[in-house]
């Protein structure tokens, strides 16, 4: 039981290039989110799919596009990457509703240069 | 101001100490807390979760709420270097998992 996995693990973009980071969970999971870390900020939600077929933006969306491919999936697009993007993405799933366990992956360490 | 703010550390102790994490908040709207560890090059993990004020206790690790205080802390009692990660805790609302507010984390090593 593999849980949340991401892919890549390791990521270097040049600005202005695109990437995708994936996102795949295997708990039947209802919910799935995208998370950015930054040093003395915490986590900070960036969008979140409460059911399959609906996306939310979270606290901050800007400059990133996501696709809930499916129940499994969850994708977040960098369209034109920027060193302000430089950061470890963290993918997240959990049931739908109140008193749930968030899932984290392991991670997608992002540098853009 | 931040919502929630978490003492950056490093922390450092020795084997079998007793730590005590803190986080205080500002949102008395708050209901449910967590404690998640952090392992490093690794996704967060829950530890602990807590609904409104008061103790609970899983094996060495305490979780205590004050919400008269908006003040929250995690105790572990003889630490071990099997323990040394970053701690986040987080509250939210209503406990659902979209709305969660992190704080920024405790660097904690325990030294063997």
């Known amino acids: 039981n593999a849980g949340v996995t991401q892919t890549p693990k390791f990521q270097v973009l040049k600005t202005g290039q695109s990437m995708t980071l994936q996102c795949a969970q295997d708990m039947n999971h209802n919910s799935m989110y995208w998370y950015r870390q930054d040093p003395g900020m915490g986590l900070r939600l960036i969008y979140y799919?409460?059911?399959?077929?609906?996306?939310d933006k979270g606290e901050v969306p800007n400059g990133y596009n996501v696709s809930r491919l499916n129940k499994r999936e969850f994708s977040l697009r960098l369209e034109s990457a920027a060193p302000s993007q430089t950061s470890v993405y963290f993918c997240?799933?959990?049931?739908?509703?109140?008193?749930?366990?968030?899932?984290f992956g392991q991670g997608t360490r992002l540098t853009v240069v | 101001q931040k919502e929630v703010e978490q003492d950056p550390g490093p922390l450092s102790v020795p084997e079998g100490a007793i730590v005590s994490l803190n986080c205080t908040y500002s949102n008395s709207a708050f209901q449910y807390f967590m404690w998640y560890r952090q392992y490093s090059r690794k996704g967060p993990e829950l530890l602990m979760y807590t609904y409104s004020s008061g103790n609970k206790e899983d094996g060495r690790f305490t979780a205590q709420v004050d919400k008269s205080s908006k003040y929250i802390s995690l105790f572990i009692r003889d630490s071990q270097p099997s323990d040394s990660a970053t701690y986040l805790c987080?509250?939210?609302?209503?406990?659902?998992?979209?709305?969660?507010?992190f704080g920024s984390g405790t660097q904690l090593t325990v030294l063997p």
């Open positions: 997240a799933s959990s049931w739908l509703g109140e008193n749930t366990e968030a899932f």
């Open positions: 987080a509250m939210s609302l209503s406990g659902s998992a979209r709305q969660l507010t």
């Open positions: 799919s409460a059911s399959e077929g609906t996306t």
